[in-house]
């Protein structure tokens, strides 16, 4: 079993940046393949970013690319989400989720392809 919570959401102008984190337990870390999705009002969730097991691999949304940067830190059991240049189309409730990868290194850009999620962290970007 795998647990994931999310922290680091809040309000921010235009422009600025956040840094989300998701924190694992329950199950070695190494052996998971993450990914952050966000759901915004009245929209389906949507997937943003994603690390492989290794933490050598990453994938991104179109909208994202050069603005956020996912990393995988294995010693703190924690994956990051580092978001600049925020616009207010980023405005939604951001998900982690972990996948245990048994086998050579994955990564997954699909929400169906994820077991385990946090419970969200809100994010609204707004002058």
């Known amino acids: 079993q795998v647990q994931l919570v999310e922290s680091g959401g809040g309000w921010v102008q235009p422009g600025g940046s956040l840094r989300l984190s998701c924190a694992a337990s329950g199950r070695t870390f190494g052996t998971l393949a993450v990914g952050w999705f966000r759901q915004a009002p009245g929209k389906e969730r949507a997937f943003v970013a994603s690390v492989s097991n290794t933490g050598d691999d990453t994938a991104y949304t179109t909208s994202v690319k050069g603005r956020f940067t996912i990393s995988k830190d294995n010693a703190n059991n924690t994956v990051y989400l580092q978001m600049n240049n925020l616009k207010p189309d980023d405005t939604a409730v951001y998900y982690c989720?972990?996948?245990?990868?048994?086998?050579?290194?994955?990564?997954?850009?699909?929400?169906?392809?994820?077991?385990?999620w946090g419970q969200g962290t809100e994010v609204t970007v707004s002058s």
């Open positions: 989720a972990g996948k245990v990868v048994d086998y050579g290194t994955a990564w997954y850009t699909e929400s169906p392809s994820y077991a385990y």
